[in-house]
């Protein structure tokens, strides 16, 4: 388990003792959706760790499809009354006996290399998968939901150096690649919609790209393929020239941003999360990564099939301002972040424990 990972605890630990508004959070029941992937799973460690170290009494619903692997990633919290696993599609009916007061909704496919094999069920799990959550708390009184899109929803705007809130870039609706990006927005609009037509409270956090070493080894998305080849002794295979740029952001800054907009968001608005001090070519994360473990990098120029899968969309950089007004900052540099993540996979490595 990550949690018994002297490295990983001590990151939680740093951020429970950070100053956040917690005891806003205390004695609350929180559904986590996505409780797998790379965001919610490290959201979940940090919450149980609060737990474990001040007592706070967070009850978590961690909900996720594959009950194998959440109950292998989360096996430390499995039979303490304040973690329960609810294994469900959340593209079906929501099927929980408790209200809970807060709603965390990460939930998605969102791996490129899937979304062209299953274009229709992308869309379908994102837009029926927020409206299942959206009626749970019409009919809950749920005082917030955030839910977790991407910045994919900006599209394509050369004009554009930065994209804050109100940006709204070209999607080519015609191009299946785009059942991403339009189900995001389509989503989003939900929220909204709800918000206006039953007054649910909301949220929607934007991340830009989010890494940590919480990333499931299979996941083919190119960070968790460079990590992977130099975690096993590989030079990293880029698939293209690497000049997209993007705005990346550690796991530990995205979580305590996906928190500050829960307890201090306005209802109805967007947030982005990046971290200015972050903003460089998926080459140059490249560079690093290898760099750390004295690799190279090999350009190996994709095929059309492998090119179908890449986003159109060249340069995604997130003004994080807003969010940075209710008090958060990023904190970890993308040269820290990768030796952080090396060094707990390592460790995992070495002591053979499943996550």
């Known amino acids: 388990m990550y949690i018994n990972l002297d490295l990983y605890s001590k990151e939680l630990e740093d ?17 986590i959706t996505g409780a797998n992937g790379l965001i919610c799973s490290y959201l979940i460690d940090l919450l149980m760790y609060r737990n474990i170290m001040f007592n ?15 109950r292998g990633r989360f096996k430390s919290f499995l039979g303490r009354e ?14 929980i006996d408790e209200k809970v007061d807060y709603i965390i909704h990460g939930a998605s496919n969102a791996v490129p290399a ?20 959206l009626e749970y708390s019409k009919d809950n009184d749920v005082k917030k939901l955030v839910y977790i899109s991407s910045s994919e929803v900006y599209g394509d705007d050369l004009s554009k150096d930065i994209f804050n809130e109100e940006d709204s870039g070209f999607i ?8 991403y990006p339009s189900s995001k927005r389509a ?27 919480t990333y499931n080894e299979k996941d083919n998305r190119a960070l968790c393929q460079f990590m992977n080849n130099v975690l096993n002794n590989e030079d990293i295979v880029m698939k293209s020239e690497g000049s997209q740029v993007r705005s990346y952001c550690y796991v530990s800054d995205c979580v305590m941003a996906l928190l500050y907009i829960l307890i201090l968001g306005e209802s109805g608005n967007a947030y982005n999360i990046s971290n200015k001090n972050s903003n460089i070519s998926i080459r140059d994360m ?7 473990e004295n690799k190279k990098v090999i350009f190996d120029m994709p095929n059309n099939n492998e090119k179908s899968v890449f986003t159109k969309i060249n340069r995604s950089i997130l003004d994080s301002s807003k969010l940075e007004r209710l008090g958060w900052e990023a904190k970890i540099l993308p040269n820290y972040g ?8 390592k460790c995992i490595k070495r002591s053979k424990r499943i996550c």
């Not at 706070?56 to 959440?70: D, T």
């Not at 490249?286 to 750390?292: D, L, N, R, V, Y």
């Not at 990768?338 to 996979?345: C, G, R």
Request: charged fraction near 25%; glycine fraction near 6%.
């Open 15 to 31: 951020l429970c003792n950070t100053k956040f508004p917690w005891g806003k959070l205390d004695n609350s029941k929180i559904l």
């Open 56 to 70: 706070s009494n967070i009850k978590i619903y961690a909900l996720g499809r594959n009950e194998e692997r959440c």
């Open 82 to 95: 304040d973690f329960v696993f609810i294994k469900q599609d959340i593209s079906e009916k929501l099927e």
């Open 114 to 133: 899937e979304f062209l094999k299953d274009p229709v069920g992308t869309m379908t799990g994102n837009i029926f998968g927020i409206y299942n959550l």
């Open 172 to 179: 080519n609706t015609l191009d299946a690649r785009a059942c």
């Open 187 to 213: 989503a989003e609009t939900m929220c909204a919609s709800y918000f206006k037509q039953y007054n649910v409270e909301y949220c929607v956090a934007r991340p830009g790209h989010i890494y940590g070493p």
């Open 286 to 292: 490249a560079e690093c990564i290898a760099k750390a």
């Open 338 to 345: 990768i030796s952080k993540i090396l060094d707990i996979k």
